[in-house]
C-alpha cells in the first residue's frame, strides 16, 4: 500500500505539473523558446543520482522518494507531451485564429485534444519509470515499501518471499498500465470513428 500511494502520488503530481506546462509551451512562442530548451537541456542527465541531495534536504521520510520520482516523471511526461502538442501545423492554429478563435479557444479545441493520446502515452510510459525509480528510492535508506521488502528477503537468503515481493511489485506495475491503457481507450475513442 505504501508503494502504491508513493507511486500514485509521484505520477499525479508530475502530470499534473508537467501536462499544462507542456500545452502552454506548445501554444505560446516565447514561454517555448525559455523553457523547453532549459528541459531539454537537464532531461538527459540520470536525476536518481541527486537522491543522496534530496535525501539531506527533504530527509528519510516519503517526501524525498516522491520528490525524485515526480522529478523524472515531469521530465518523461513534459518530453512527450510537448513534442506531440508542437507538432500541430501553423497552418491550423492561423486558419482558426481567422475565424475569431482567441486564444483559450484554440487551447481547449486544438491542443487539449491532440494532447489527451500523448498525456495517455505519457501516462504508460511513466508507470514502468515509476515503478523503477521507486524499488531504488525504498531500497536506500528506508523500511517500508515492496522495493525495502525485496532487498530485506534477499539480504537473508528468502528466495521465496523476495520473489513474492517481485511479483507484487510487478502486478502493481501493471495494475497502472492497465488502468491508463483502459483510460486511454475511454478518452480517445473519438480517435476510432
Same mark, same amino acid.
Given at each position: 500500500l505504501i508503494s502504491t500511494y508513493r507511486v500514485i502520488i509521484s505520477i499525479t503530481i508530475g502530470v499534473a505539473i508537467a501536462a499544462p506546462l507542456a500545452i502552454l509551451a506548445a501554444q505560446f512562442r516565447l514561454l517555448d523558446k525559455f523553457l523547453t530548451p532549459l528541459i531539454y537541456f537537464a532531461y538527459p542527465a540520470p536525476?536518481?543520482?541527486?537522491?543522496?541531495? !534530496?535525501?539531506?534536504?527533504?530527509?528519510?521520510?516519503?517526501?524525498? $522518494?516522491?520528490?525524485?520520482?515526480?522529478? !523524472?516523471i515531469f521530465f518523461q511526461v513534459f518530453v512527450i507531451i510537448r513534442d506531440a502538442a508542437g507538432q500541430i501545423p501553423v497552418e491550423t492554429i492561423e486558419s482558426i485564429s481567422s475565424l475569431g478563435a482567441g486564444h483559450w479557444h484554440i487551447l481547449r479545441y486544438v491542443y487539449i485534444p491532440v494532447s489527451i493520446p500523448a498525456i495517455m502515452t505519457a501516462l504508460k510510459i511513466s508507470a514502468g519509470t515509476a515503478i523503477a525509480v521507486l524499488f531504488i528510492t525504498e531500497t !536506500?535508506?528506508?523500511?517500508?515499501?515492496?522495493?525495502?521488502?525485496?532487498?530485506?528477503?534477499?539480504?537473508?537468503?528468502?528466495?521465496?518471499?523476495?520473489?513474492?515481493?517481485? !511479483?507484487?511489485?510487478?502486478?502493481?506495475?501493471?495494475?497502472?498500465?492497465?488502468?491508463?491503457?483502459?483510460?486511454?481507450?475511454?478518452?480517445? $475513442?473519438?480517435q476510432r470513428r
Open positions: 536525476k536518481v543520482v541527486f537522491l543522496p541531495l !534530496i535525501i539531506s534536504f527533504l530527509g528519510l521520510g516519503d517526501a524525498s $522518494r516522491i520528490f525524485l520520482i515526480t522529478l !523524472i !536506500i535508506a528506508g523500511n517500508t515499501g515492496l522495493g525495502y521488502y525485496i532487498v530485506n528477503e534477499w539480504s537473508i537468503f528468502s528466495y521465496d518471499t523476495m520473489f513474492a515481493g517481485i !511479483i507484487a511489485m510487478s502486478m502493481l506495475g501493471l495494475g497502472l498500465f492497465s488502468v491508463f491503457a483502459t483510460l486511454e481507450h475511454i478518452l480517445t $475513442r473519438w
